[in-house]
């Protein structure tokens, strides 16, 4: 008998804000889409945005670029206390490692680790899919918007459901 642990979303610990992070790949018009929300300890949107840039040439760039547009958004937000999550465990890992990554999203990884240090507690780390379903609804959202989109203290109506999901245990 095989037996399949859910992954659920965790808020983080006391002050410190859960940065969710994804990329969705949409090959047939050229584009990608990154998507980021940030939540606090009670699980409650702080602010998450939706992003089409150009595609990169391969998966893990996607998630590294995801990755460092998390960073700077929390930077731009002012958080100085933050946990980085996403799926790719690639990421993860080079993001994790105190070694220089020499892969091709190598540049990347650095920036993310550059960016860490604007914050008084940064931290890395990885989830499955499931964990991560609010960040990668807005990676998918943003297809339909060729503009970055923010929302502050709130979500798009048509993820909420996302959002609501990954909270109800919680309660």
Known sequence: MVHHNHVRWRPP?????????????FS???????GVVCHNSE????ASLSEQIPLPATITQVEA???RRAA?????LGITM??????SDIVYKDLSSTDPSLTPHGHIIHDVKLLASYFSCFL???TRRQGNGV??????????SPNQNVWMDNMPLDILHVVLADIAFLV
């Open 13 to 25: 610990a006391g002050d410190v804000v859960k940065i969710n992070y994804d990329g969705a790949i």
């Open 135 to 144: 960040a990668h609804a807005l990676a998918r959202r943003a297809i339909n």
């Open 72 to 76: 700077v958004f929390a930077v731009e």
């Open 82 to 87: 933050a946990v980085l999550e996403g799926d």
């Open 43 to 46: 699980g409650v949107v702080i």
């Open 124 to 126: 890395f780390s990885h």
């Open 65 to 67: 670029l995801a990755a």
């Open 28 to 34: 047939e018009e050229g584009r990608v889409g990154l």
